[in-house]
């Protein structure tokens, strides 16, 4: 009885000191998002760690409009040209493999003409030669071990406790190696700002209460977001976490990305 007691002891106090230790991480980043909060004009009582945002995406969905990457740019000032996005829309054309090779799958084509934003030209793969196809938006992955943050040398960008990745612009020095450290291409110096740039979940929207621009105009709802801690029970998130067999980009990098995709295929890199 007296060694369980000891353990139990030993268990409680191990869970104190871990609390004790996390905490003030979590302060320094609540502490960055007001900040964040103040230079966006985000009403004040609005607590980061009463929320937990996600974005997932249904691949089945998304039909290649450009609907997002168009209203990403409009609400965001991300330049208009074909160099800078800050979520942008891939088309993967699988073909069919030569007869004499015994497989299914032949080559792999991606092509993205100006991010998606103007939407996608007929491939030009012969239509017989075609086995599959499907589009594939990107953004950033909301990473829980975030590279981006962990090679920033002035600690610009930094990870919020409501799941957003996020860049202090005031901070930023623009010197790239967030750009160069994303595995997953979703970063770019803004060439009038001259400092980092990255999809932010339009968190000037999110904390709100109004969804981000991306998500708002899908004509197929291809975009769920919400709230991991206020889910309705017909919460959109809600019914694809329970229904959809969820995976994430490049799991094997050991970057826990937060962005969730429905029916992706192998392929998709």
């Not at 993967?92 to 007869?99: C, G, L, Q, T």
């Not at 491939?123 to 990473?143: D, G, H, Q, Y």
């Not at 957003?164 to 967030?178: E, K, M, P, S």
């Not at 968190?203 to 291809?222: D, N």
């Amino acid at each position: 009885m007296k060694q369980r007691s000891r353990r139990s002891a030993l268990k409680r106090a191990g869970g104190t000191l871990a609390a004790l230790a996390v905490w003030p991480a979590l302060s320094r980043a609540k502490s960055a998002v007001k900040r964040f909060l103040v230079k966006t004009d985000a009403p004040e009582p609005y607590d980061p760690l009463d929320h937990k945002w996600l974005m997932a995406i249904d691949l089945e969905r998304c039909i290649g409009c450009g609907m997002c990457v168009r209203a990403c740019k409009n609400e965001n000032g991300v330049p208009k040209d074909p160099l800078h996005f800050r979520t942008w829309v891939e088309q993967y054309v699988i073909k069919k493999a030569d007869a004499s090779t015994g497989r299914i799958e032949g080559e792999t084509l991606v092509h993205s003409p100006n991010g998606g934003y103007d939407g996608f030209p007929p491939p030009e793969v012969p239509e017989a030669e075609i086995l599959r196809s499907f589009f594939v938006p990107k953004l950033c992955n909301l990473c829980h071990h975030s590279p981006c943050a962990q090679v920033c040398p002035v600690g610009a960008t930094f990870d919020t406790p409501d799941g957003a990745v996020l860049v202090d612009y005031n901070y930023c020095i623009g010197c790239g190696f967030c750009v160069q450290a994303c595995p997953y291409g979703c970063r770019y110096i803004h060439p009038q700002r001259h400092t980092a740039d990255k999809c932010t979940l339009c968190y000037h929207r999110i904390t709100r209460g109004l969804k981000p621009a991306c998500v708002e105009v899908c004509p197929t709802q291809a975009r769920i977001f919400g709230d991991l801690k206020h889910l309705g029970p017909d919460d959109p998130l809600k019914k694809f976490i329970e229904t959809k067999k969820a995976h994430r980009l490049k799991p094997h990098l050991g970057t826990d990305p937060r962005l969730l995709y429905a029916g992706m295929d192998k392929e998709v890199r």
